[in-house]
């Protein structure tokens, strides 16, 4: 029994609760004046809880079928109103029929005509589903708030994770070697350019410890420490990674997540080119599609199992679009052209 009432929601709680109160404190006023409860009287009442249980739900249906709640604070008013006063006659209609019906107008009541009664009994209605409306839209602002607050605080959580893991995914020995190993090499054939490596490798590793700052950084940036990071993976490479990219300019004043391509470059190097002995291509693109911003970052390999679903630099892909664009973004990865593993972002474009 406990199992059973422990799954009703809590919205049904609340209306049971709600209707049976409105009941009882009509019972007490008919027994506070009237010193006596009449059987036409407890008909009456329960016509009014069950009725009022069934419009009000219905009513919610509403609601929730023309998203009022997601709605602008003008238009949202707009709508409760409207759909207020309707239930509020429809509501009045149908249990004023079901009186007339069965019979159980009180001697007062027969003395008014039907239109008369439907009126009275509108406003009456109305001022009980107004503050039906109020607290169901009250409950839905404090929720969705508490829902924005919580979101703040995963979204922080996950930026000081992402912000640690870059560090270290960025600094550590293997990273660090090959950079300084390629450096050395240049210091004495080629200073102009080990000068410049140095300065990639100080962009990269400045970036990586900046992440958890910024919700968002603009793609241009984005883009110039990818540029970096393959600037320097070139070193080590040499001839066997090349590397192409389609930017759309117009796309370079977007918001995107920090080391957010950078951590999917850095996946495609890992899985894909290293895995090659004869090395690959790198392929990035960035374009407006259907009113989003779309990424992709295309390499030369297979997933082939090597792409663990649940790793560091897809789930937390993954975790942060979904925690700032909501269900308006998405990410994708899957081989594509017999030869190649396509990583896809889209992400709704700022206005």
Request: charged share 20%; glycine share 4%; aromatic share 12%.
């Amino acid at each position: 029994m406990q199992k059973r009432l422990s799954k009703i929601s809590a919205y049904w709680w609340c209306q049971v609760t709600g209707w049976s109160g409105n009941a009882l404190m009509n019972f007490f006023f008919a027994w506070t004046f009237n010193r006596q409860i009449t059987t036409p009287f407890i008909i009456r009442s329960v016509i009014i809880v069950l009725l009022g249980l069934l419009v009000t739900h219905f009513m919610r249906w509403n609601l929730l079928r023309f998203n009022v709640l997601q709605k602008t604070f003008d238009k949202q008013i707009f709508y409760f109103f409207g759909i207020t006063v309707g239930f509020s006659v429809l509501y009045s209609l149908v249990s004023l029929s079901l009186f007339n019906v069965l019979g159980l107008f009180t001697p007062e009541q027969k003395v008014y005509s039907f239109s008369r009664l439907l009126i009275g009994s509108s406003i009456n209605a109305f001022v009980t589903l107004l503050v039906w409306n109020l607290i169901y839209f009250i409950y839905h602002y404090v929720e969705r708030v508490r829902k924005q607050q919580l979101d703040a605080l995963q979204m922080q959580s996950l930026l000081k994770e992402l912000e640690l893991k870059t560090i270290k995914a960025h600094i550590n020995p293997h990273f660090i070697f090959n950079s300084l190993n390629g450096i050395r090499a240049l210091v004495d054939e080629n200073p102009t350019r080990a000068r410049t490596a140095i300065t990639e490798l100080s962009n990269i590793l400045r970036s990586s410890m900046q992440a958890e700052k910024l919700e968002t950084v603009p793609f241009e940036k984005e883009l110039a420490i990818v540029k970096d990071y393959l600037a320097l993976e070139q070193m080590r490479f040499e001839e066997r990674l090349k590397v192409n990219f389609d930017i759309d300019e117009e796309t370079l004043d977007q918001p995107v997540p920090p080391m957010m391509l950078q951590t999917l470059v850095e996946n495609a190097i890992k899985h894909g080119i290293s895995k090659n002995v004869s090395g690959g291509e790198i392929k990035i693109s960035s374009k407006f599609v259907r009113q989003h911003h779309e990424l992709v970052i295309r390499n030369t390999g297979h997933l082939n199992g090597n792409y663990n679903p649940d790793g560091f630099g897809i789930s937390s892909t993954q975790s942060r679009l979904k925690l700032m664009f909501g269900e308006e973004a998405n990410f994708s990865i899957a081989d594509v052209n017999g030869n190649e593993v396509e990583a896809k972002v889209t992400m709704p474009l700022e206005v």
